[in-house]
Each structure stands twice: as C-alpha cells, then as structure tokens.
T-cell receptor, first 113, second 111 residues
C-alpha cells in the first residue's frame, strides 16, 4: 500500500458525460501528479500540483481540468467524454518536486461507452 | 526532450532464472533521476528503485540489482532467481519536471 488513495476504482459512463476522479496523497506529501495509461499512448503525464498551485502541465486535453484543495487532496475533472478517454488514470504524490520518488495510487479505471 | 526506450516488449522465463531488463534514455539535463516501477496484474504501479545521475555505483537490494552506465545512457535492471510473483510489467522512467515512462517490458515467470 503506497498510502495514496483514489476513488472510485472503476467508472463506467457514456460519451459526452463529465466525471470527477479524486485523489488523496500520502501524509506529508505536497505534490500531486495525474497520469493517464492507455494501450496506445502508454503512461502519459497530465498535470502536477504543488501545495495547491499548478506546477507543470503535460499532455492534458482542454476538456480535462484539475485542482488541488487546501487539504491537499486533488480532483481530476474529465468532461465531454469520448470513447478514446477510456483509460486507467493514476494519481501519484511526492514530498516536493518531480525528482523525488512518486508513489502511485491504485488508479481509476474509466470506461466510456 | 526526454525519452526512455525499453526495447524488450516481452520476456518469458522459468522460475529461478535471472531476468535482465534493458532501459536506454535520452536527456539533455546533467542532473536527472531514473526509476524502475513494477505493474503487477492487479494494476497498481509499485516503486522499485531510484537513482540519481551522479551516482553510478551499481547496487543490489535483495533479488534486485541495477546497472547504471552514464556513458551509454543505460539503466538496466536485473531480477535474480525469478519467482512467479515477479510476473508483471516493468517500467523504466526518467524525471525532469515529470516522469517520462518507457513503454514497459512484460515479464512472465513460469513455474
């Protein structure tokens, strides 16, 4: 158990819908990262937050957004969902910058029908 | 741009054999960190090892060992005396402001 929690574990929804994925980092970690894992793209970095502020952005679509709250939990919002958004979404946390070890949550498996 | 290449797609071994996973990386940074993660069939990503670019000393931790060679930009990982529980996808990753992952190598250990 990495200490990072993610909810829900599984999510099935329809195209055009909006979903919210939630992540709680390990105790003491200030950075939260979101990654998408799909068969065709592999593991892709989406976005990083550090202590409530956006720190870095990767291949995140405009339909996706995230935030980190004062209690350091984070949410990833996916809207206008398409079939291609079906993937495993991971949250990771670290004490500070991305060169620290990132510990991953169990992931949320999203299926868009 | 950062790039990580894991040329081996799949490796299949019999229990107790050693398994070596290759990883080659590209970066313009002089300071960087390399990682290995394991993704078992259950799906979670498990941290295995982290190495910084200034420390080329190779180490052994239990059944795991790694060989970091800056001159060839390689960071290979070996599982000694493999066990069925080692069956998983193994990812090599390189960090700058994010982790850049390789495509992964699927290791199957047969009893």
């Amino acid at each position: 158990d990495s200490g990072v929690t993610q909810t829900p574990k599984h999510l099935i929804t329809a195209t055009g819908q909006r979903v919210t994925l939630r992540c709680s980092p390990r105790s003491g970690d200030l950075s939260v990262y979101w990654y998408q894992q799909s068969l065709d793209q592999g593991l892709q970095f989406l976005i990083q937050y550090y202590n409530g502020e956006e720190r870095a952005k990767g291949n995140i679509l405009e339909r996706f957004s995230a935030q980190q709250f004062p209690d350091l939990h984070s949410e990833l919002n996916l809207s206008s969902l398409e079939l291609g958004d079906s993937a495993l979404y991971f949250c990771a946390s670290s004490t500070g910058g991305s060169q620290e070890t990132q510990y991953f949550g169990p992931g949320t498996r999203l299926l868009v029908l | 741009a950062q790039k990580v290449t894991q040329a081996q797609t799949e490796i299949s071994v019999v229990e107790k054999e050693d398994v070596t996973l290759d990883c080659v990386y590209e970066t313009r940074d002089t300071t960087y960190y390399l990682f290995w993660y394991k993704q078992p069939p259950s799906g979670e990503l498990v941290f295995l090892i982290r190495r910084n670019s200034f420390d080329e000393q190779n180490e052994i931790s239990g059944r795991y060992s790694w060989n970091f060679q800056k001159s060839t930009s390689s960071f290979n990982f070996t599982i000694t005396a493999s066990q069925v529980v080692d069956s998983a996808v193994y990812f090599c990753a390189l960090s700058d402001y994010k982790l850049s992952f390789g495509a992964g190598t699927t290791v199957t250990v047969r009893a």
